[in-house]
């Protein structure tokens, strides 16, 4: 089946550092991948995605690229802010088949001054 | 509208009692999800609506929860006898068009919180 798994949560960080939040998928077919983010008190909201293989999504100073041979997307940050802290999802959509995207069960994020 | 809305965004119920979550979509955007944020569980799939075709149901977790979607447009998520472990965050979001080559996301509510004394 189709799933994905996150790295477990929180994550904290101080204002500045380096980020990586793993996501690994399983796929039957050739996946779409996404990251969404939910600040506070908000609905998820997109932040990045790629469609094949080695593309590399990007948005806000975060980056994930599409790694078919390890069945990755990790997301990564080089220098983080205290208004990133939030929940991070990883996500996949088969092409074709059924049209409901598969989520990981989200990491939180917390960036220290 | 702007956003995808969802009321309310919290309820208090006894156990037993019957809730309604109400969610009405962007404007113009055919398709429609229910999943359900429990904490440490991550989303969970519930129902997915697609123009006039039947719904996929396939993620309700029982025969108590229900949902509809009238004229295309708004969606009601209904929880009957409602149970303990029902208390969560129901999130509702809509696309464009069903999410097929990555062209289209989902743009997400910001839930309805229940809470099942």
């Known amino acids: 089946g189709n799933s994905v798994t996150q790295m477990e949560g929180p994550v904290t960080l101080s204002e500045e550092a380096f980020l990586t939040i793993n996501c690994t998928y399983t796929?039957?077919?050739?996946?779409?991948l996404f990251w969404y983010v939910q600040y506070p008190g908000e609905g998820l909201q997109l932040l990045l995605k790629?469609?094949?293989?080695?593309d590399k999504g990007s948005n806000k100073g975060f980056e994930a690229t599409y790694r078919k041979e390890t069945t990755s997307f990790h997301l990564e940050k080089g220098s983080v802010q205290v208004s990133d802290s939030a929940v991070y999802f990883c996500?996949?959509?088969?092409?074709?088949?059924?049209?409901?995207?598969?989520f990981g069960r989200g990491t939180s994020l917390i960036v220290h001054p | 509208g702007a956003g995808v809305s969802q009321s309310p965004s919290n309820k208090v119920t006894e156990k037993g009692k019957d809730v309604e979550l109400r969610c009405d979509p962007i404007?113009?955007?055919?398709?429609l999800y229910w999943y359900r944020q429990s904490l440490g569980q991550g989303l969970e799939f519930l129902i997915y609506?697609?123009?006039?075709?039947?719904?996929?149901k396939s993620g309700l977790p029982s025969d108590r929860f229900s949902a509809e979607r009238t004229g295309g447009s708004v969606s009601t998520l209904t929880i009957q006898r409602t149970q303990q472990e029902d208390s969560a965050v129901y999130l509702c979001?809509?696309?464009?068009?069903?999410?097929?080559?990555?062209?289209?996301?989902?743009?997400f509510g910001a839930g309805s919180r229940l809470t099942v004394l």
């Open positions: 979001a809509s696309s464009r068009l069903p999410v097929g080559s990555g062209a289209n996301v989902l743009t």
């Open positions: 796929a039957t077919g050739y996946p779409s």
């Open positions: 790629a469609t094949k293989a080695d």
């Open positions: 996500a996949q959509k088969v092409s074709g088949g059924s049209y409901i995207p598969t």
């Open positions: 404007s113009g955007h055919t398709a």
């Open positions: 609506f697609q123009g006039n075709s039947a719904p996929d």
